[in-house]
């Protein structure tokens, strides 16, 4: 059996081993390099398994630098993508897992808890125009409550959110500091709720796809008023 230090050269792929051997397997800080593929492993093993701390350099151009466990990165790492982007933060099973920091190569970032490679948990990410999130994650898209805040204009949306889209209860400010408080559904007011704009000119009832829609009450700084019913946003009946 293999022992001590030597190199091992597989006929077949081409592929070698660099480093010290205990009974015939690779044991210790060794060099792999796999010729089927090109990848080239520099690092701790165990056994002949990638375990503890290393380098691992993918033909493609990605590398990632931390720990494994049975031959998966696992533990805490960095993987600097060929794309550009980077990660940095606890890993799973070969996956990005429980909390870490995404820089993605358009300059947005992420910050916060991972699960089997996607966003999931409480995170925020600033997005490469400067817009921000801040709340829950499922399976890599926004979904929880949680709140969104555009840039420049400022305007804010605090609430629910199902599928990366406004959905249930929330709060909406605009731009001109207008307020809508209700419910959303697929991203926009739908159901009832209460906006008051930036004049002071309120209205409560029903909404559909962002639109005074339904029965609702309409009331101006001025005094006047309307009761009744609207459609896609105009007075409607009686």
Known sequence: RR???GKYTWGKTGGTYEGPWKDGKMHGHGK???GDN???YIGDFVMSNREGKG???YANGTVYEGE???NKADGHGKY???TGGTYEGELKDGFRHGFGVYHYKSGAIYVGEWQNGKEHGKGKKVY???DVYQGDYVDGHMDGEGTYTWYPDGANYTGGWKNGKREGHGTYIDKDGGIYVGYFENHLMCGSGVFVDCKGNKFQGNFKDDLM???GHFSYVNGDSYKGNFKRGEFHGE
């Open 3 to 5: 022992v001590g230090n």
């Open 32 to 34: 792999r390099v796999f």
């Open 38 to 40: 090109g990848d080239i």
């Open 55 to 57: 380098r691992y350099t």
């Open 68 to 70: 494994y466990k049975q």
């Open 80 to 82: 600097t993508y060929k």
């Open 128 to 130: 490469q125009n400067k």
């Open 213 to 215: 829609h339904g029965y």
